[in-house]
């Protein structure tokens, strides 16, 4: 777990990131988190992210991303829900979450970096006054002195919902296992391209699980990451010539903005690095993803997920042109089944609901405000689907619009 970390104009090498990091895991330590329990982070891309996030899963403890767009009430609800002892919020997010964070709960402040103001036009200022005692974490891990904290059991992150539909949901889930640690890195590697000394682009924003899950395995894999504050076109290209990137994780939005840039800016720069593009999220289109293909070559990825399940389905390059518009077939060992609304499995061609269930994924149970129909006892999966309507796929192929609502 040695990934050298580049941002802006700053590169940390793998063993100074390393040393950073279990330098963290130490300070969250003496900030009193201990296996199990909860570190809230409400960060932008910064590699104070994912310094936060291997410390925690160093120490065995979970880490919960909590989205920056939020304003106080989600903010609260989260932090009361999830039990989080800590949290680490950028100081320019303080304002929008004042009076949000319980009692108990220990504040560290982090000031954006250069890069991170410039990119989102951030005048520097004093955090306003929130009415409690602020800690500043780099200079709290700093002084973090003693032995390196004892590894533990893996930490995990601990996901919440969007809150379309409501107040955001939690996941908490066990930990893991060796074997399912295991058959987590198996997978990782077939959606995610996940390979030893990747030179991989993170834009996408870390406060959600699919980013989160990217940069946390390629970090395991030692990658050289490349983590932008946030997305741009016209830089994505840039950095893949002059990093001579070979992993990127995108979605359909990002292809729709590439595909929009002038047709000679797009000609400007050699994208022959590129060996895997991992997308999760939403459903791409058949046309946009051609387009794609067309332009960077058969090394797009698909793949469909649950917030409780993980990687449910896989699709290539190859499969998509074969099949537009397939979620491709279902990861090795994953069970997928159509059901009426009573439990039976209904035949092909028939509209239910789909459950699935994968042995990579330790069990989950909701949060105190979650509330989830159980899957019928008939069935032999764990997780539900939306409750829209969707079609039984043929064979182990999956019709996109089977996993569309998710």
Not at 11 to 30: C, I, K, N, P, V
Not at 205 to 216: C, E, K, N, T
Not at 363 to 388: I, K, Q, V
């Amino acid at each position: 777990m040695k990934p050298l970390v580049q941002f802006g104009d700053s590169r940390q090498s793998g063993e100074a990131f390393h040393a950073r990091y279990t330098r963290a895991a130490t300070a969250l330590r003496h900030a009193g988190l201990g296996p199990g329990e909860v570190v809230a982070l409400m960060l932008r891309n910064e590699p104070v992210m994912l310094e936060l996030m291997l410390a925690a899963r160093w120490i065995g403890a979970r880490w919960c991303m909590v989205n920056w767009h939020f304003k106080s009430a989600e903010v609260r609800h989260i932090l009361a829900d999830s039990q989080a002892k800590l949290l680490v919020v950028h100081a320019d997010l303080l304002g929008q979450i004042a009076g949000a964070v319980p009692p108990g709960v220990r504040v560290f402040v982090v000031e954006p970096l250069e890069c991170t103001r410039r990119a989102f036009s951030l005048v520097p200022e004093s955090p306003p006054d929130v009415g409690r005692e602020l800690e500043r974490w780099d200079a709290f891990r700093d002084a973090a002195t003693g032995p390196i904290a004892a590894q533990q059991v893996p930490g995990s992150a601990m996901v919440y919902t969007s809150g379309t539909t409501g107040l955001p949901k939690g996941i908490k889930r066990e930990p893991a296992t060796p074997e399912q640690l295991a058959l987590i890195a198996e997978r990782s590697r077939r959606v995610l391209g996940i390979e030893a000394g990747m030179r991989a682009l993170i834009s996408a924003p870390l406060y959600h699980s699919a980013p989160v899950a990217y940069v946390v395995q390629a970090a395991l894999n030692d990658a050289h990451l490349v983590v932008e504050p946030k997305f741009d076109a016209e830089r994505t290209l840039q950095l893949i010539e002059a990093e001579r990137i070979t992993h990127l994780y995108l979605v359909p939005t990002m292809y729709v903005r590439l595909l929009r840039l002038d047709p000679e800016r797009k000609k400007r720069y050699d994208l022959s690095s590129v060996k895997f593009v991992a997308s999760t999220g939403s459903p791409c289109a058949p046309g946009i993803k051609r387009q794609m293909i067309d332009w960077w070559g058969p090394v797009f990825h698909e793949t469909y997920a649950a917030s409780e399940l993980g990687w449910i389905s896989h699709v290539d390059s190859a499969e998509a042109l074969r099949k537009p518009g397939s979620a491709g077939r279902a990861m090795p060992g994953v069970e997928l089944k159509v059901l009426s609304t009573n439990g039976q499995e209904v035949a092909s061609g028939t509209v239910g609901l789909l459950y699935a269930r994968d042995p990579a994924v330790p069990p989950s149970s909701p949060m105190r405000t979650m509330t989830r129909r159980a899957a019928p006892s008939s069935s032999t999966a764990c997780g539900r689907s939306a409750t829209s309507a969707i079609s039984t796929p043929r064979a182990t192929s999956i019709s996109s619009t089977a996993v569309r609502t998710w």
